[in-house]
């Protein structure tokens, strides 16, 4: 008997209403959604895309962009604890190191959030939505690789339950629940999420406390290139705006390589999952604000540094394209990139005790994305009703 | 009649026609003051005797205010009152005053107050206000104490500044409690009251919106 035949007559019936396990028919159906082919894709007749992408395979693709930052952010965390220690083991040491350090994260990520997600799901006997199958990836991806797993556990879990669930779950959220995640972290611990001790691992990889016979350096504190502009000691000359563009620099573990970004952003862009529109207005409208800033102000970063540092570019790239949070409207995507581009910048270079503008400007674009979207829409019915009127 | 509706005069408030969490009154107090348990429980005690006091005395009076200037009086009466309570807590608990701030104050503008007064005491006996004045603000002060207490075990680690999870989780040998700022956090605060509103709609059906 073949396997799928075995699965659709055998195991199937079991979770179905009236079988053994009918309670648990939303985790069988994610998992069977996951590894074949969905069951029921459009009629194949009448004017209708017939094919299998469903969100499942969409939020694959966006998966599939994230893996590039993702490995040159481990071997990153590797070779940042490198430097501290003033050794030099290899790029793959240097790789293993940091796998090491990522991995716990991304388990207890989607642990948590997953194990929330189909705890929900079961309870309302829908499917399991696909949403946090990105998000999963991305909360690891943009906290300090010092972090402590148990308040990556804590951040999930809050931002699952009260900036997605609360609000009917995936595809219905306001907020990005990533950097709802994020910014919980960073208001509920903030000693934890900036400074100059968290951005460079220095115990072993696994935990935070040195192991016997492990080299590990205690007390490392570095400023990051961020950190440095928050207090006004940052000089554009020191700070190689190459080490930031290919990211060997101190940061998150994940945005620090703007390059391994872009080339994420070109396979989102050629697969059309996210809006260039959002993408391109986002990098101008930060570009924009940098030159501003640039020409006032002597010791500024310039306007490669400024894109290149921080969470500029992941923001960009990974969380403000997110298509349930922004803008629908093609003019008013122009507007949201633009907004979020500008306010990055700004709250980057004038607010300190915010040393990373990114998050906070896509959150507040998301919370403005539903009022622009408004307006954009409004104004075009005036334009017309003008136009008939006439 | 009046003896029917004692009880619910005086139980309502408490739980199924609360005035913060089904009224959704006296929300600004209810984030601002409820970081410490200590300053929330002062602040509850507080408005629950401003509001039984001004409820029985505008109650008392209610045959003799001229409609057209009632708002006003009921401003005096409520003011004096604020003030009473405001000089008290400044003579013997200075510090909680202090972490009160303008919030007793405010107490005056405090919407609970002039809905009672506006809804109940200018149409009923002195006794029955009191009990609604009673039943309104302990029902206040309860949902205060419930949301303090959350918000400083998680925010500071203590109940009424006494240290409670640290020292309980340094006994099994744990590296500490390290405090959630998030709950010091107004944000944090509605929050909770959310959740609160969010299990009394589940527990009653009939309090949930069409």
């Not at chain 1, 633009?338 to 507040?364: C, D, H, K, S």
């Not at chain 2, 009990?131 to 002060?141: K, Q, R, S, T, W």
């Not at chain 2, 918000?151 to 500071?156: D, P, T």
């Amino acid at each position: 008997m073949k396997l799928n035949d075995y699965i659709n007559e055998k195991i199937d019936p079991l979770f179905q209403k009236g079988g053994k396990y009918e309670k648990l028919w939303s985790i069988y159906d994610s998992f069977h959604t996951f590894l074949f082919v969905p069951r029921h894709t459009a009629a194949r007749k009448g004017v209708q895309v017939h094919d299998s992408v469903d969100s499942k395979r969409v939020i694959m693709m966006v998966i599939l962009a994230l893996v590039p930052a993702a490995l040159v952010g481990m071997w990153n965390v590797g070779y940042q604890h490198d430097l501290a220690l003033g050794i030099n083991d290899g790029w793959f040491m240097q790789f293993l190191y940091g796998l090491v350090a990522f991995l716990p994260k991304v388990v207890v990520s989607y642990a948590v959030g997953l194990g929330i997600e189909m705890a929900v799901a079961c309870m309302k006997r829908e499917e399991v939505a696909e949403g946090f199958l990105a998000t999963g990836l991305l909360i690891p991806m943009i906290v300090p690789v010092n972090t402590p797993l148990w308040m990556i556990a804590v951040a999930t879990a809050f931002s699952v339950i009260f900036a997605k669930e609360i609000f009917g779950g995936t595809g219905m959220n306001i907020f990005n629940p990533a950097l709802i995640t994020r910014a919980f972290l960073f208001f509920a611990y903030p000693k934890a999420m900036s400074g100059d001790e968290v951005f460079v691992r220095t115990g072993s990889a696994l935990c935070n406390s040195p192991i016997e016979g492990t080299a590990v350096v205690d007390g490392f504190s570095g400023a990051t290139p961020l950190a440095a502009v928050a207090d006004g000691t940052f000089d554009p000359v020191t700070y190689s705006t190459m080490d930031a563009f290919l990211g060997c620099i101190p940061g998150s573990i994940a945005e620090t390589s703007t390059l391994a970004i872009l080339l994420g952003a070109c396979l989102l862009l050629v697969t059309r999952v996210a809006s260039w529109r959002i993408m391109c207005s986002v990098f101008v409208g930060g570009a924009l604000m940098s030159a501003i800033i640039a020409a006032f102000s002597e010791n500024a970063p310039t306007v490669a540094q400024q894109l290149c540092l921080g969470g500029f570019a992941f923001a960009a790239v990974f969380m403000a394209t997110d298509p349930v949070t922004g803008c629908r409207t093609n003019t008013g995507k122009y507007i949201y990139g633009l907004f979020i581009g500008v306010m990055a910048i700004l709250i980057r270079m004038f607010n300190t005790g915010y040393p990373e503008g990114a998050m906070m400007a896509v959150l507040l674009g998301n919370a403005c994305a539903p009022l622009i979207d408004y307006c954009v829409v409004n104004s075009n019915i005036s334009k017309r009703a003008k136009r008939v009127n006439a | 009649m009046a003896n029917e509706k004692k009880p619910g005069v005086f139980t309502g408030p408490l739980w199924t026609n609360n005035p913060v969490v089904v009224q959704v009154l006296g929300i600004c107090s209810a984030l601002a003051v409820t970081t410490q348990m200590k300053p929330a429980l002062v602040m509850g005690i507080s408005l629950t005797c401003v509001l039984a006091f001004a409820n029985v005395i505008i109650s008392v009076l209610r045959n003799t205010i001229p409609n057209r200037i009632r708002i006003i009086v009921q401003l005096v009466v409520v003011a004096a009152l604020v003030i009473l309570v405001n000089q008290i807590l400044k003579a013997y608990v200075y510090d909680v005053s202090k972490a009160l701030s303008v919030y007793v104050g405010l107490i005056i503008t405090n919407c609970i107050l002039m809905g009672r007064l506006e809804a109940f005491a200018l149409g009923n006996k002195p006794f029955p206000a009191l009990l609604d004045g009673l039943g309104n603000g302990i029902g206040y002060a309860l949902i205060l104490f419930i949301t303090a207490t959350l918000r400083e075990l998680f925010g500071s680690g203590t109940l009424f500044g006494y240290d409670v999870l640290a020292r309980f989780v340094n006994e099994a040998g744990y590296d500490g409690y390290q405090n959630c700022g998030f709950f010091t956090m107004p944000a944090a605060a509605l929050i909770i009251l959310g959740c609160i509103i969010w299990y009394q709609r589940a527990k009653n059906p009939d309090l949930q919106d069409k």
